[in-house]
């Protein structure tokens, strides 16, 4: 596929069995750019999220899926959008261990690898990805990543990419758009 094309519709059987999305930071939810830079003395680290990729995170949790963010990098903005969006799990670990982080989710949800999505990019995803029942990559991922991901977007990392993902999920579950007029009738009550 190359970027910018359309993902293929994502079988609803697989679909319907996610229960839990989990989404790597660098790459996935940010174009993968950090900005370091120092106030009074004091490192500091800012990331760009796209604002509807946050809305497809909150359309997933409407629906009843459990969210959650995977990264191999600490940062203080990372645990600030994660209160911003309200996921179910943030971990946050410097070594990359998300294999032992999914398994502690895993375990603390009583779920299987099968019902776990997960969105990566790069190679810090791959040993999640060979586990989890549904592996899916943006479109801008290594080879790597999409050799082992089972569907893979069209839009890239901190462009959309979560957004498509979430959407193409929902209406594969077919729920997308008993979502989308939930979402639209919360907002428009007095």
């Not at 519709?9 to 950090?34: E, N």
């Not at 990019?121 to 040993?127: F, V």
Request: proline share 2%; aromatic share 4%.
């Amino acid at each position: 596929m190359t970027v910018g094309t359309a993902a293929p519709a994502l079988d609803p059987a697989i679909a319907r069995r996610v229960r839990l999305v989990c989404f790597d930071v660098d790459g996935v939810l940010t174009d993968g750019g950090v900005i370091l830079g120092d106030a009074a003395g004091e490192r500091v680290e800012l990331k760009q999220y796209d604002i509807q990729d946050g809305l497809g995170i909150k359309m997933l949790q409407q629906a009843g899926i459990l969210t959650a963010i995977v990264t191999g990098r600490e940062s203080v903005s990372v645990a600030l959008r994660a209160v911003e969006l309200g996921v179910d799990d943030c971990v946050q670990d410097n070594q990359a261990r998300k294999v032992r982080a999914l398994k502690a989710l895993i375990a603390k949800h009583a779920l299987t690898w099968d019902e776990v999505a997960f969105v990566g990019d790069d190679l810090p995803d791959l040993g999640v990805m060979r586990l989890v029942g549904l592996p899916v990559c943006v479109g801008n991922a290594t080879a790597e990543a999409r050799k082992a991901a089972k569907h893979a977007l069209a839009r890239t990392g901190g462009a959309g990419a979560v957004r498509e993902f979430c959407e193409t999920l929902l209406r594969a579950r077919g729920e997308w758009d008993t979502q989308v007029e939930a979402y639209v009738a919360s907002r428009s009550e007095d």
